[in-house]
């Protein structure tokens, strides 16, 4: 059994076949979809250039398994050698490989997180829902962090002629990742292309009103529009 019907529950299934192993197979994944490439979720799917249905993976091998999708794996217990599903099953194994990989670490609901017009990209449907929102061109886009995802969505919303302001706590955009010297380089890019950046800041929270806009806590009191993006980074789902 496979936990994890992404690229790499995918790629192991292939392996598992194409080096002789012909017993039976079942991959589980939380999602409804076959397994898909993510990348181009904050890109090309965002900007519009290319359908959100259109990104699935290409299966390299035939790996004739049972796919149990939209379904969550809840529990393990290892002694039985048992996986419990969100649906109330539980199924049995001889080998396991938990693939599961990381989720978009969610913004607190106290601080706005579930307000409308605030998201986050990890899934197909989120970034049809954020397309979508963008494609009604918000009055300004906020995006609450500069790491790879924060500068590829500040970079779709000048593509789409969108004011974006990005907000980064570090002294540049992906400080943290590639260092100073090339986040510097990021930062005058991102500037010279009309980004609002605001670096060694945070957004404390997001406010709704009734007029749908979105106001975070933080200094300066700025009043933004129409759409929030949070980028905070990533968790292990197991």
Not at 127 to 138: D, G
Not at 148 to 156: D, K, L, P, R, T
């Amino acid at each position: 059994m496979i936990v994890g019907a992404s690229l790499t529950g995918l790629r192991a299934a292939e392996a598992l076949r194409r080096n002789g192993f012909a017993g039976q197979l079942t991959i589980v994944g939380d999602e409804k979809y076959l397994p898909y490439d993510r990348p181009p979720l904050s890109k090309q799917v965002l900007a519009g250039r290319l359908p959100v249905e259109h990104t699935p993976l290409a299966m390299l091998e035939d790996v004739h398994a049972q796919w149990i999708l939209g379904v969550a794996a809840t529990a393990l217990d290892v002694e039985r050698r048992q996986v419990s599903l969100s649906n109330g099953e539980q199924l049995a194994f001889d080998q396991l490989l938990i693939a599961t990989g990381t989720r978009a670490r969610p913004w607190p609901a106290e601080l706005g997180g579930k307000l409308d017009g605030v998201f986050l990209i990890r899934d197909r449907d989120d970034a049809q829902r954020l397309h979508e929102r963008l494609a009604r061109k918000p009055g300004r886009v906020l995006i609450a962090g500069g790491g790879f995802i924060g500068c590829e969505v500040a970079s779709v919303c000048r593509e789409l002629d969108l004011p974006v302001t990005l907000v980064e706590r570090g002294p540049s955009p992906l400080y943290g990742a590639l260092g100073s010297s090339i986040g510097g380089i990021v930062a005058r890019l991102q500037q010279q292309h009309g980004v609002d950046l605001r670096t060694r800041m945070t957004v404390a929270a997001f406010e709704g009103d009734e007029a749908g806009h979105l106001r975070p806590r933080s200094p300066g009191g700025w009043k933004f529009a129409g759409c929030g993006y949070r980028s905070c980074g990533s968790r292990s789902v197991a």
